[in-house]
């Protein structure tokens, strides 16, 4: 297999060549910013409203955006272009750029831009029709984890302590308040509402996590965004997680305790079939 073509400041190039300074503050601070963006059919999935949470990142980090949004979809499109890949996941990384070690932002900012594109692995039928275990921790993070930063060691932690007690992922509890996962955004059902915590500076403004929302409320289905208790998520019926990579993925085991009946939800399945259906109609109309 070849090697990939990956996207570095204005040039296309294969993965081995290319190369940061090691002075980048991306890698001295982890000072930069990312984005994850699905692509289905090679058709990016909700481009506008990831490139708008990458312009809020930018904003929220004070770097400046080094394209406007026209260069940034014709980008995008031909990194999508060099993959023979269908179904894609394109990772943008920007950080403040190359500048002596100092943690005052340098006074001339050039950015680094770097994409690459892999292939999308997503939840499978299999996977979601079995579920997955998880555990409550305390949140550890900063205080603006609505930026989409690539300082991601608290995450990385938490979820390893996951995967180290036999779980796939960490709920983050901050007092008493639910959070969000580790790598992603959380849902719950009771009494036959779907519930997941408004967006703040205490999680992620997840793209998945909105296009869940808006695919619930033109369904005709009982949904509320409100804070979310320790106590209502042990007490949830169906529980489950959503990213631009999992997708859709239930929780049947929290904490070793089991979660309804051990077996994803009624309501978790049928926000399921709404994604997917969703997803068909979308390549039906890059195909037709």
């Known amino acids: 297999m070849s090697d990939p073509v990956v996207y570095l400041n204005g040039e296309f190039m294969p993965l081995a ?3 940061i300074p090691v002075l980048d503050r991306g890698f001295i601070f982890g000072d930069g910013i990312y984005e994850v ?20 990142s930018l904003g929220a980090t004070r770097i400046p955006n080094p394209y406007p949004e026209s260069e940034w979809k014709k980008i995008l499109s031909q990194i999508v272009m060099e993959s023979e890949t269908e179904d894609q996941s394109i990772y943008l990384q920007i950080t403040r750029g190359v500048a002596k070690r100092d943690h005052a932002f340098p006074e001339k900012i050039v950015p680094t831009v770097f994409m690459m594109s892999n292939p999308l692995i997503v939840t499978s039928e299999e996977m979601f029709n079995q579920g997955v275990a998880a555990i409550t921790l305390d949140d550890i993070r900063w205080q603006y984890c609505n930026i989409k930063a690539i300082t991601l060691l ?8 996951a995967i180290d007690e036999g779980a796939q992922e960490a709920i983050l509890i901050r007092g008493d308040e639910v959070t969000e996962g580790s790598a992603s955004n959380i849902f719950i059902v009771i009494d036959g509402i779907i519930k997941t915590p408004p967006k703040s500076g205490r999680l992620l403004p997840g793209v998945t996590r909105d296009l869940i929302v808006e695919l619930a409320k033109n369904n005709g289905l009982k949904w509320v965004e409100a ?13 489950w997680l959503t990213s631009s990579t999992k997708e859709i993925m239930p929780i049947v085991k929290l904490n070793n305790d089991v979660v309804g009946n051990g077996k994803p939800g ?20 890059v195909t037709d």
Not at 43 to 54: A, G, V
């Open 266 to 285: 009624s309501i978790t399945r049928q926000m399921y079939q709404i994604f997917q259906t969703y997803k068909a109609e979308l390549k039906c109309d």
């Open 17 to 19: 060549e290319a190369k």
């Open 154 to 161: 608290p995450n990385i932690l938490l979820r390893q302590t």
């Open 37 to 56: 963006i699905p692509v289905y059919a090679k058709r990016l999935f909700r481009l506008d409203e990831h490139l708008d949470r990458l312009d809020n």
């Open 227 to 239: 804070n979310l208790s320790r106590t209502e998520l042990e007490a949830a019926d169906e529980i």
